[in-house]
């Protein structure tokens, strides 16, 4: 029984070696960003009090709770539809330069996260297009990257990572994405 253990670690060290020659460890490429963009967006929830002022609305909720308040347990099985200004600084007040649509999920039991899939449309001299965001937020962690998996217009076939950090955060009605941008693929 022993002697046969370890032929199999022996041949798995093997196999191993074999592999560790064909394909030698690299050292980690460094890449740089071809365009690099940082904005931020703006999320206020309806409530039922905020409807002039609100961007987004829950549109699902889990058993037992409804779409004017956040679930407890972490908002577990929230899906959350939005419409947010974009801005180019973190003023909810200055002039938008485009909107953030989609969605998020929130989708684990016993910590914040959530699932975003949204487009950055934006319609500036500097830039006309979209942006498309997809990727998971560990939402209590401080900086969290997401993939930017395509765009159109002036990002046609881009691709690339965004930075999120949650810059401002008020009860369960505002927050503020600060959103570091960096494409590394441009066309
Ligand atoms: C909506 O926004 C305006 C302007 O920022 C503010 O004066 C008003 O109090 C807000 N209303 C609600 C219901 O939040
Ligand atoms: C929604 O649920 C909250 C508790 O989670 C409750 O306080 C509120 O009254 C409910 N609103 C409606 C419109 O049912
Ligand atoms: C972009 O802005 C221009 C000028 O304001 C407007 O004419 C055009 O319809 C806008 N395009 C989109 C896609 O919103």
């Known amino acids: 029984m022993e002697k046969m253990k370890s032929r199999i670690t022996l041949s798995l060290f093997l196999v191993f070696l074999s592999m560790s020659s064909v394909h030698p460890m690299k050292p980690k490429k460094q890449y740089k960003p071809c365009k690099h963009l940082v904005l931020y967006f703006h999320d206020i929830i309806y409530n039922g009090k905020n409807a002039a002022n609100a961007t987004s609305a829950i549109v699902g909720a ?8 956040l679930a407890g347990q972490f908002h577990f099985g929230n899906v959350v539809v939005f419409d947010d200004p ?3 600084d973190n003023n909810l007040h200055s002039a938008p330069i485009g909107r953030a649509q989609g969605l998020y999920i929130y989708d684990t039991k016993n ?4 699932w975003l899939g949204f487009a950055f ?10 942006i498309i965001f997809n990727g998971a937020d560990p939402i209590m962690v401080k900086t969290r990257d997401i993939a930017v998996v395509g765009g159109t217009g002036d990002f046609f076939m881009h691709r690339g990572v965004a930075t999120i950090m949650t810059d401002a955060f008020e009860g369960e009605v505002y927050f503020r994405l600060h959103v570091d941008i960096k494409f590394y693929e441009c066309w």
């Open 111 to 114: 910590t914040y996260t959530s």
């Open 121 to 130: 449309l934006l319609n500036t001299t500097d830039y006309q297009g979209t």
């Open 86 to 88: 974009i801005t180019l």
């Open 62 to 69: 889990p058993e037992g709770a409804n779409a004017t308040i």
